[in-house]
């Protein structure tokens, strides 16, 4: 089965740094999913990610997708205290499991105003 | 678009009572609708894929006797855990798959927390 492991698992910033967290699959990856969740609350869609070399940016949010390195990266520019959550990343199971989500184990960020 | 509901957002109850979760897709259908569940300051577990007009589908080591899905409509899928006990206390969340072309993306319900006394 796939896994996916993120770093950091925790990030604290002060607002209107940068920051970057990834995603690494134990497998190619063939289309990536980011989340956003809040405490307590459901999961927010960012984006989907599908092709080698793609990047999409959604807001002051970036992802970009290196299939090569089976890897993902989450960038958040100036960031702000509305971008505090978890971060998760997720990918299609493949093969007769297609549709089901495997998720990573999320990254919690918190940004200080 | 691409809203995703859930009803209750809070429940408690008695242990050996069943309780019924909601999910409603509101602005598409949904052929396929997911339950997952999520502990403290982990991520979520996938526990079945629910098929409208056929039976879900469990992942391993889910009771699908002690968590009954129904998906009876394209916008509706129920999770019924029923005969609750404390350790069946989380957060329950549901998706709604939504097709674009090639692609499928699950949008997700608020979740609900299941506390069982």
């Known amino acids: 089965s796939q896994e996916l492991e993120q770093s950091p698992q925790s990030l604290i910033v002060q607002e209107g740094k940068n920051l970057t967290i990834n995603c690494t699959s134990s497998?190619?990856?063939?289309?990536l999913y980011w989340y956003k969740q809040k405490y307590g609350e459901g999961l927010i869609f960012l984006m989907m990610?599908?092709?080698?070399?793609e990047e999409k940016s959604h807001e002051k949010i970036t992802a970009k997708l290196d299939e090569k390195k089976q890897q993902s990266s989450l960038h958040i520019t100036a960031s702000q205290p509305s971008h505090a959550g978890i971060y998760l990343c997720?990918?299609?199971?493949?093969?007769?499991?297609?549709?089901?989500?495997?998720f990573g184990q999320g990254t919690i960020l918190t940004v200080h105003p | 678009g691409a809203v995703v509901s859930q009803h209750p957002s809070r429940v408690i109850c008695k242990s050996g009572t069943s309780v019924k979760i909601e999910c409603r897709s509101l602005?598409?259908?949904?052929?396929?609708m997911f339950w997952y569940r999520q502990f403290p300051k982990q991520s979520l577990m996938l526990m079945a894929t629910?098929?409208?007009?056929?039976?879900?589908?469990?992942e391993q080591g889910v009771e699908k006797d002690k968590f009954l899905i129904n998906h009876a409509s394209l916008t509706l899928s129920t999770l019924t855990v029923t005969s609750a006990h404390p350790e069946d206390s989380s957060f329950y969340i549901c998706?709604?798959?939504?097709?674009?072309?090639?692609?499928?993306?699950?949008?997700f319900g608020p979740g609900t927390r299941l506390t069982v006394l």
């Open positions: 998706s709604a798959s939504l097709s674009s072309g090639t692609t499928d993306t699950q949008y």
């Open positions: 990610l599908q092709k080698g070399g």
């Open positions: 497998k190619t990856l063939y289309g």
């Open positions: 629910s098929n409208e007009g056929s039976k879900a589908t469990y």
């Open positions: 997720g990918v299609n199971a493949g093969g007769t499991s297609y549709g089901k989500l495997t």
């Open positions: 602005d598409f259908q949904a052929t396929t």
